[in-house]
């Protein structure tokens, strides 16, 4: 399984499934981050956090936590 925490920078990757509970999970797809959504790795802070991606045509930072939750391929 790889999370979006793990995708290196420059990469296009897809959404396979949203991990974690409740208002966490509805956070993350109210950004915009569903199933099936490409989503464009842009930058990794150099401590790894937060990762900037693109995700339907806007910017968007996440925090490593965050981005451990989103299994992507």
């Known amino acids: 399984m790889q999370t979006l925490k793990d995708v290196a920078c420059g990469k296009t990757v897809s959404v396979v499934k949203l991990h974690g509970e409740g208002a966490v999970k509805r956070r993350i797809m109210d950004m915009g981050i569903t199933k099936g959504t490409e989503v464009y790795v842009r930058k990794v802070a150099p401590l790894g956090d937060p990762v ?19 299994e992507v391929q």
């Open 52 to 70: 900037e991606v693109t995700v339907r045509g806007y910017e968007l930072s996440l925090r490593k936590a965050d981005a451990q939750m989103i």
